[in-house]
T-cell receptor, first 112, second 114 residues
Framework: QKEVEQNSGPLSVPEGAIASLNCTYSDRVSQSFFWYRQYSGKSPELIMSIYSNGDKEDGRFTAQLNKASQYVSLLIRDSQPSDSATYLCAVDGSSNTGKLIFGQGTTLQVKP | DAGVIQSPRHEVTEMGQEVTLRCKPI?????LFWYRQTMMRGLELLIY????????DSGMPEDRFSAKMPNASFSTLKIQPSEPRDSAVYFC????????????FGQGTRLTVV
């Protein structure tokens, strides 16, 4: 089992819709969770972090964490063509000083 | 702050040659990560350092790969000898020791071994 798993996609949504991206992780003691966005040919860019169960909102982005189910998700409201990118889920290990492991990423396509 | 700086941005080398990739982390960051990204395998963690000390190198593919961090502002990843299957984008990232703000990536080095 991979440490961090994501559906590779592509996930295609129309402009203005809600895009839902999902991630599961295997290390139950993980404490910090991150979503990165990576445009083609560019480096990953941090867009959201979450540490506690529940929802965390930042503009059009909402991260959701369920530690009991070992599940993290990212919702993008009012999706724009400029949101088209690969979204990477990253998980930090115990004590927040361990490995920072990434999933394979989900490619999102927002169609005008 | 200039961010994480990697060099070179592109490297083309012949099989069997030694390759050295360089990274300057963000000033004040205590952790440094080396990742390799390919289409097939995604973003793989090769090695990471806390306070210049290698903590986990279990992701280093084989003995041909080595990494050093002689001080807080510089790290190298060396491949000797290089092989075509090492072709990938290599990223360096840094973060504070308490990674509440996540890790910040350099622009990457695109390595092609022919």
């Amino acid at each position: 089992q991979k440490e961090v798993e994501q559906n590779s996609g592509p996930l295609s949504v129309p402009e203005g819709a809600i895009a839902s991206l999902n991630c599961t992780y295997s290390d139950r003691v993980s404490q910090s969770f991150f979503w990165y966005r990576q445009y083609s040919g560019k480096s990953p860019e941090l867009i959201m972090s979450i540490y506690s169960n529940g929802d965390k909102e930042d503009g059009r982005f909402t991260a959701q964490l369920n530690k009991a189910s070992q599940y993290v998700s990212l919702l993008i409201r009012d999706s724009q063509p400029s949101d088209s990118a690969t979204y990477l889920c990253a998980v930090d290990g115990s004590s927040n000083t361990g490995k920072l492991i990434f999933g394979q990423g989900t490619t999102l396509q927002v169609k005008p | 702050d200039a961010g994480v700086i990697q060099s070179p941005r592109h490297e083309v080398t012949e099989m069997g040659q030694e390759v050295t990739l360089r990274c300057k982390p963000i000033s004040g960051h205590n952790s440094l990560f080396w990742y390799r990204q390919t289409m097939m395998r995604g973003l793989e963690l090769l090695i990471y350092f806390n306070n210049n000390v290698p903590i986990d190198d279990s992701g280093m593919p084989e003995d041909r790969f080595s990494a050093k961090m002689p001080n807080a502002s510089f790290s190298t990843l060396k491949i000797q000898p290089s092989e075509p299957r090492d072709s990938a984008v290599y990223f360096c990232a840094s973060s504070p020791l308490n990674r509440d703000r996540g890790a910040f990536f350099g622009q990457g080095t695109r390595l092609t071994v022919v």
